[in-house]
């Protein structure tokens, strides 16, 4: 189904046109109309199906520019989702001017303070900061009429179910819920019986990988090792069209300089670039004047690109189905395509996840040699001379025939192809290292509980959501989509 079929005003299509989107995801499509007529709705869906722009897209065309206070309240369990349906929220809202903030722990709250002061339509933000703020009284939920509870069976893995109960009884009685969530065990239904009202229920089947024809390959590397690593791939595999998935804009933005600056033909697309920026980018890659597309997921989502070789995920993806999203741009109308995914030691736990969804093993790639690189570098440089060959040459026989005189003919073809090799490695490239994502999977030493450490302050959540609240009787089971979920351990005395 089309956007333009949804019922949405002019300037919300004009957002959705500018992101690059046509046709609506099926939670989009079953779940955009009924929260348009008003009604509380439960979402069963995986992450990276659309449901940011499925809540968010009737929440932006019902905001009233009049209103000064908050309308809409999104809460997500971490605080990387948090940043992440801000940005998306502000991206699709940019041309009705509306007000997005996002609220969580680990920041300051004296400049979160501040900044309600100007009072957003929409507030995205973690429970615990939330309720901290609710309970300094610098939220007033009194008039909200729409609540979102995105990630509801992570929030309860991660022991938020009283903070969100204690939210939503700051809220008024009158407003909308939706809650969206991938499994739905009994106390998220609790919560649904006890704070919604006659609630229409949206079922959407995980993706299944139907693209047997793709060989599936990861590399365990560290992360400074990928890059290089990356580009001898590049070298040998010598891909027709290939895609490089990073994981944020600042990432597609080194990775696209790391690149070009070792001579590869490549270009990357993020939410950041304009419109026409992004549509110029992926028209030269469909005429395939571009060899390498490096994009982040929210850019490529959506988006119909074919004749894709390989698929690069040189970060893995937190969730499951963005990996599926992700490699399914290879392997189409019957062709073979190749994914490789770099996975640091810390990421194991989601490969494991990934596999079980897609109900497929990785192969093991080793990574090619500085030998075999510029062995498939030389290749790529004969296959240039023989095109060249094929050229019109007239006009350079007299001044080879000079050269000649001078020169060798080895000599001279040697010299020929050192400058249509690249040499890649030659040119030193430095990627910014990433926050790595939590550590997924159990600890060898047998201890159930998640070991509170420094460097885990600054990872996905508040630093005083994430370790501090009492695990539920719920926690630390396999729901039945076979993802594993982090431990937490309960608060110090002195935090």
Known sequence: MKFTELDLKPEILKAIKRAGFEEATPIQEKTIPLVLEGKDVIGQAQTGTGKTAAFGLPILQGIDKKDHFIQALVIE???????????????????????????????????????LKQTPAILVGTPGRLLDHLKRKTIDLSNVKTIVLDEADEMLDMGFIQDI??????????????????????????????????????????????????????????????????????????????????????????????????????????????????????????????????????????????????????????????????IGRTGRAGKNGISVTFVTPNEIGYMRTIEQLTRKKMMPLRPPSDAEAFKGQLSAAEKKVEDLINSDLNKYTDGAAKLLEQYSEVDLVAALLKELSKDAESVKVNITPEKPLPFKGKRNNGNHRRRRSTSNFKRGGDRNERYHRKPSAHQGRRHGNGNNHDFVIKKKNND
Request: proline letters at 3%; glycine letters at 6%.
């Open 165 to 326: 109960e204690s939210i939503l009884k700051y809220a008024s009685n009158s407003h909308q819920t939706l809650l969206f969530s991938a499994t739905m065990p009994k106390p998220i239904m609790r919560i649904s019986e006890k704070f919604m009202h006659d609630p229409q229920v949206v079922q959407i089947k995980g993706k299944e990988l139907t693209a047997n024809l793709i060989d599936q390959y990861f590399i365990r590397a560290k992360e400074n090792e990928k890059f290089d690593i990356l580009c001898r791939l590049i070298d040998v595999q010598n891909p027709e069209l290939a895609v490089v998935f990073g994981r944020t804009k600042r990432r597609v933005d080194e990775l696209t300089r790391g690149l070009q600056a070792r001579g590869y033909n490549a270009a990357g697309i993020h939410g950041d670039l304009s419109q026409t920026r992004r549509m110029s980018v992926l028209k030269r890659f469909k005429n395939g004047k571009l060899d390498i597309l490096v994009a982040t997921d929210v850019a490529a989502r959506g988006l119909d690109i074919s004749g894709v070789s390989h698929v690069y995920n040189y970060d893995i993806p937190q969730d499951p189905d963005s990996y599926v999203h992700r």
């Open 77 to 115: 369990p971490t605080r990387e989702l948090a940043i992440q349906t801000q940005e998306e929220l502000f991206r699709l809202g940019r041309d009705e001017k509306a007000k997005v903030q996002v609220v969580y722990g680990g920041a300051d709250i004296r400049r979160q303070i501040h900044s």
